[in-house]
């Protein structure tokens, strides 16, 4: 009898059937069935159930199976472009680059914030709105300033005006900034640039508020020509 | 011996990445009585196994850009058709959980006709089950999915248990596991016949 025990050798008795099986395992496993009649009785069972399945006819696919996959994928990408195929073009079309892509995404940032931006986006278009939800009389100039706009005027000392003063035009400023001007304007005669010069130039020359922030030589500029060194 | 002109799969799959009909056409000329095979082995329905096999192949040519370069396009490509496979069998595992026992009623009494289709018996099936081949692919259809996967891949379709590994995705002694407790499991199935024959 094999020195082998049954429990040890049951479970190789499936490894003996394998196409590769190890030659070593396969002669132990015949050894001990030779000696065991339980064993033997497995290994041929074994060996008899796994030789069925060479009785399984080979499966082979339809005449029309090539012909239907190929239909499907004609049909199910985009007219024969894969998803990737569209992004690949489309990435290639658009020669994606860090630089690029990061312009891009700025631009796009840039509209994105200018069309979800709130329609009352002027702070004159707010302060007027304002006025008129409080039902309050809109400030009108003096007169002695409308009638200054028709013809030369005095120019006042404009550098002299302190410049916490300066007329701003930041929101919810414009209505005491209108009342300071208008005590100013009776003060100082000063006449506002309140209608768009003429492209000839033929408009009187307008005094102007100078903004407090400009400096010396864009001061001067403005005194000098009327107009901004610079853009503001 | 092998034809050294003939692209191998995994070139054929550069074009597939590509868009290219023709060398995704060369694959499936190649792949598709083996996979088709397989799949009936596993789900033992052949309307149905067609249907995976379809799909399978749409899914290589749909997720072609997934296919790594360096990898081996048969066990990626037995992977998707197998997890089609089990995804199939549990879903219809789920279905058949309905009661095909109680009468099915509608509000006033009358009682339902129910047309179930049986796809594990179709045409095809029903021509075999008179053979022994019928047999053998119920037995097969008996034994756990995850042995039968192994256990179809190895001694019916005769891949290496390296490849099966890499298709199933679990260490090597788990494949010779399953496939050995698949065979005994099987040859207990097949005692029956097994002993009539012999």
Known sequence: MSRMRCNAVRPLIAETVDADADERVVRLVELHAEECVKCRSELDRMRAAIGLLESLEPVEAPADFEARVMARVRTDNLGGWTWREVSDRVAEALALRPLRTAA????????????????????????????AQRDEPIPVLPSEVIASIAGPVEVGDLAAVP?????????????????????RLAAETVSLPLVPEPLGGAAPPAARIVPAALDARDRAAILETGRSRRSF | MPDSKRPTDEMLMALVKQGDHAAFQELVSRYKSRIIGFVYRTVNSRELAEDIAQEAFLRVFTKAHTFRDGAR??????????????????????????????????????????????????????????????????AIADLPIKYR????????????????????????????????????????LMQPYVEALG
Do not use: M
């Not at chain 1, 796009?108 to 329609?119: K, M, S």
């Open chain 2, 149 to 188: 996967v192994a256990f179809v891949l190895r001694d019916v379709q005769g891949h290496s248990y390296e490849r099966i590994a890499e298709i199933v995705g679990v260490p090597l002694g788990t494949i010779k596991s399953r496939v050995n407790r698949a065979r005994s499991r099987f040859k207990d």
């Open chain 1, 104 to 131: 891009l995404v700025a631009t796009c940032a840039v509209l994105g914030v200018a069309l979800l931006r709130p329609v009352e986006t002027s702070p004159f278009t707010g302060a007027a709105s304002r006025i």
């Open chain 2, 73 to 138: 396009f048969s066990p990626w490509f037995y992977r998707i058709a197998s997890n089609l496979a089990i995804n199939e069998l549990r879903r219809r595992r789920r279905v058949s959980f309905i009661s095909l026992e109680r009468p099915l009623r509608t509000s006033s009494g009358d009682e339902l006709v129910r047309d179930v289709e049986d796809n594990a018996r179709g045409p095809a099936e029903l021509a075999e089950q008179h053979e022994l081949g019928g047999e053998i692919a119920k």
């Open chain 1, 163 to 183: 410049e916490d003063s300066a007329l701003t035009a930041e929101d919810g400023h414009l209505e005491s900034a209108f009342g300071e001007l208008e005590a």
